[in-house]
């Protein structure tokens, strides 16, 4: 098929899709057409049918995802019941939440043609493509470079690059977001901008949305596979704090948003950890942090913030004891505590927390390593009743959406009754109800004694969330803000809000 200009780039008419395995529908009677060079937002709370949409789109439905269609679903003019994924490949770029995942080759300058190779593109288009692609983005700097290597930002740009140089119209991002920094952020912006200049259409889902309002010219709005609302970028930002919060989204105006300490009372140190000039070197030879010192004790909600790559999750498995410092001695409740100790003392939540589900159902997940009793079951139970995901007791935690992985992963965090609970990047992929339920939840296991280390870059999560802060600097440097010295207000000049948006 031609590239024909005329296509919408979807139109769906009275569509249903159902999950194979599933039995309520994901999208359920959704009638929507979106025109060519349309820039759109697909917002609302996790599960909501915003991940289907996209999949619609790049042909993983019904081509990947098996399931029950009804009504009418074209892509490009191709009805999807009767053309699969590579139909759609020379129209449609996907950039998935982890762009890891979509990645085949070691080298940037390798990864960005792969995808116009795959599609048989003449040689010296692929050249031209290539370069075209280099230049409008900004990443010459970048083709030295191994995938390994590169921050989220810079991956994120890679796999645009892909999509770009194969020509394709349409990008579709899911979550592209959820797992950058301040600058990462800054930096997709900057390529979404470009993208809309040119004309492209760009489709993205997303929680995170404030960094979006100048560009989008449409929003939909989709709670329980319907779409509650379709309405322009204008009349989006024109909503009321409440409307979001009422929604269940994330603000679209962060220096609305005044930051608070999370409780007042102030926990009388039980436990103890403390930190004395601990440093970490890669290769024995670069330092990625010098001579480190601070200490927190029972009920501290340490803030964790820095770039990426500063090497905040690195400190968090020398103070758990999975990795060696380089110099420097770690101590808990005064005495001097080796590796063993404080594994025991710890829990993990990763940021990516697929390495850390290992069970065949989701209850089972909650019991492992427990003694299976009926009250730590009644305990499991209750907590995911808490967290919205007692309708998955039974289900295989891969078959969670990234949201409910997260809030499972905080759930565990609750079973584990460990002294200090480290979480990176626990609210990556929620919705602004969901953060708030996982902030609740923190604060919760913080008043009954719990120390726990929070790496985020999450300004609207942090605001309501820290009651100290531990700030990784340029040149090694990492600053720590005690209790009795922290002023929450202090976030607007740390994730540069501007408080007069």
């Given at each position: 098929?031609?590239?024909?200009?005329?296509?919408?780039?979807?139109?769906?008419?009275?569509?249903?899709?159902?999950?194979?395995?599933?039995?309520?529908?994901?999208?359920?009677?959704?009638?929507?057409?979106?025109?060519?060079?349309?820039?759109?937002?697909?917002t609302g709370?996790?599960?909501?049918?915003?991940?289907?949409?996209?999949?619609?789109?790049?042909?993983?439905?019904?081509?990947?995802?098996?399931?029950?269609?009804?009504?009418?679903?074209?892509?490009?003019?191709?009805?999807?019941?009767?053309?699969?994924?590579?139909?759609?490949?020379?129209?449609?770029?996907?950039?998935?939440?982890?762009?890891?995942?979509?990645?085949?080759?070691?080298?940037?300058?390798?990864?960005?043609?792969?995808?116009?190779?795959?599609?048989?593109?003449?040689?010296?288009?692929?050249?031209?493509?290539?370069?075209?692609?280099?230049?409008?983005?900004?990443?010459?700097?970048?083709?030295?470079?191994?995938?390994?290597?590169?921050?989220?930002?810079?991956?994120?740009?890679?796999?645009?690059?892909?999509?770009?140089?194969?020509?394709?119209?349409?990008?579709?991002?899911?979550?592209?977001?959820?797992?950058?920094?301040e600058e990462g952020t800054k930096q997709l912006f900057e390529v979404l901008k470009k993208l809309k200049e040119q004309g492209h259409t760009i489709i993205i889902s997303e929680h995170k949305i404030h960094y979006l309002k100048e560009l989008v010219d449409r929003i939909i709005l989709v709670q329980d596979g319907k779409i509650k609302e379709d309405m322009t970028g204008k009349e989006f930002s024109l909503k009321p704090s409440q409307w979001f919060f009422e929604n269940g989204l994330r603000q679209i105006d962060l220096s609305a948003i005044m930051p608070t300490l999370p409780y007042k009372d102030c926990f009388q140190n039980a436990i103890q950890i403390r930190a004395e000039d601990i440093s970490f070197y890669y290769d024995k030879k670069i330092s990625l942090w010098k001579n480190v010192s601070f200490e927190a004790g029972s009920g501290d909600i340490v803030g964790v913030i820095g770039k990426n790559g500063a090497g905040k999750s690195t400190l968090f498995r020398v103070l758990m004891g999975l990795e060696k410092s380089k110099s420097g001695k770690i101590y808990i409740n005064q005495k001097y505590a080796a590796k063993g100790r404080r594994k025991k003392h710890s829990f993990y939540v990763m940021q990516d927390v697929d390495y850390q589900l290992f069970a065949p159902s989701v209850l089972e997940e909650m019991l492992l390593?427990?003694?299976?009793?009926?009250?730590?079951?009644?305990?499991?139970?209750?907590?995911?009743?808490?967290?919205?995901?007692?309708?998955?007791?039974?289900?295989?935690?891969?078959?969670?959406?990234?949201?409910?992985?997260?809030?499972?992963?905080?759930?565990?965090?609750?079973?584990?009754?460990?002294?200090?609970?480290?979480?990176?990047?626990?609210?990556?992929?929620?919705?602004?109800?969901?953060?708030?339920?996982?902030?609740?939840?923190?604060?919760?296991?913080?008043?009954?004694?719990?120390?726990?280390?929070?790496?985020?870059?999450?300004?609207?999560?942090?605001?309501?969330?820290?009651?100290?802060?531990?700030?990784?600097?340029?040149?090694?440097?990492?600053?720590r803000v005690p209790p009795e010295q922290y002023d929450p207000k202090s976030l607007y000049q740390i994730f540069q809000i501007n408080k007069g948006e």
């Open positions: 098929m031609e590239k024909n200009m005329e296509y919408p780039v979807l139109k769906m008419e009275h569509f249903c899709f159902t999950y194979a395995g599933s039995e309520s529908p994901s999208l359920s009677d959704v009638t929507l057409t979106i025109k060519q060079g349309e820039f759109v937002l697909l709370k996790s599960g909501c049918g915003k991940t289907t949409f996209t999949r619609c789109l790049n042909g993983l439905i019904p081509d990947f995802f098996e399931g029950n269609l009804y009504g009418n679903c074209c892509v490009w003019g191709m009805d999807i019941k009767n053309h699969e994924a590579g139909d759609y490949s020379q129209f449609i770029g996907s950039v998935f939440q982890d762009p890891r995942s979509q990645f085949f080759t070691l080298h940037v300058k390798t990864e960005i043609p792969f995808t116009s190779e795959n599609l048989g593109v003449p040689r010296e288009q692929i050249q031209k493509g290539c370069q075209e692609a280099v230049n409008v983005l900004e990443i010459k700097h970048l083709l030295s470079k191994s995938i390994f290597h590169l921050s989220s930002g810079e991956k994120q740009k890679v796999a645009v690059a892909s999509a770009y140089a194969a020509g394709v119209h349409v990008f579709v991002l899911d979550e592209p977001s959820a797992n950058l920094d390593g427990t003694s299976k009793t009926e009250e730590e079951k009644k305990k499991a139970l209750h907590l995911l009743e808490y967290f919205g995901l007692n309708p998955y007791v039974s289900t295989h935690p891969s078959e969670l959406s990234g949201g409910q992985k997260q809030r499972l992963s905080i759930a565990l965090a609750y079973m584990s009754n460990a002294d200090f609970l480290y979480l990176d990047e626990p609210t990556s992929g929620l919705d602004g109800q969901n953060m708030l339920l996982v902030r609740d939840a923190i604060c919760d296991l913080a008043k009954k004694g719990c120390c726990i280390f929070v790496i985020t870059h999450d300004y609207e999560f942090a605001a309501q969330t820290f009651r100290s802060l531990l700030i990784f600097k340029q040149r090694e440097q990492v600053v």
